[in-house]
């Protein structure tokens, strides 16, 4: 158990929805980060967080949206679903958002848009 | 530009050394890393290097780095089936911690 959780677990929903996928870092690791992995595009960064600011950025689509709250959680939303949207969705933190800060991995969340 | 290549399977007897190659193109990662993923999990970060080295040794992991060549390896030694995973090579251009993935090596371990 890396101490970084995800939720939900698994989302299936339609095409054209919008959904919310959530993440809590462990416990006193103020970096977030977002990252897709699909079968097409392997794994991909989304997007950073580090204390509820944006700090690097990825091949994040228009359509996906994220956010740190003061409480360091972060949730990525992700509108006008397609079906290649389906992947798993993986959070992960760190102490800083710097490269020698191991990041901690999630579980992930499954989505699947049908 | 930022592009991190490995190849995709691999497959060896267990008792046998495994490794495992990328290449990445970014030269300013001060950081190479290894992370492990196996079936339904998510990713646990086995080893890195720092790019000023050119080898680190972790137990059974020894980590090999061509900084000229931008050639990273990872060798698992005795490999056993509970290596069976796929494994990530990984950059992180710039100084804010993204990680750049590889596609991902498939380890297959035959008892």
Redesign the interface.
Known sequence: D?G?TQTPKHLITATGQRVTLRCSPRSGDL?V?W?QQSLDQ????LI?YYNGEE??K?NILERFSAQQFPDLHSELNLSSLELGDSALY?C?S?V?????????????TRLTVL | GEDVEQSLFLSVREGDSSVINCTYTDSSSTYLYWYKQEPGAGLQLLTYIFSNMDMKQDQRLTVLLNKKDKHLSLRIADTQTGDSAIYFCAESPGNTGKLIFGQGTTLQVKP
């Open positions: 890396s970084v970096s980060y990252y392997g794994l991909q960064f950073q700090r690097a990825g993986f992960a760190s800083g958002g710097l490269p020698n800060n191991e990041q901690f991995f999630g579980p992930g």
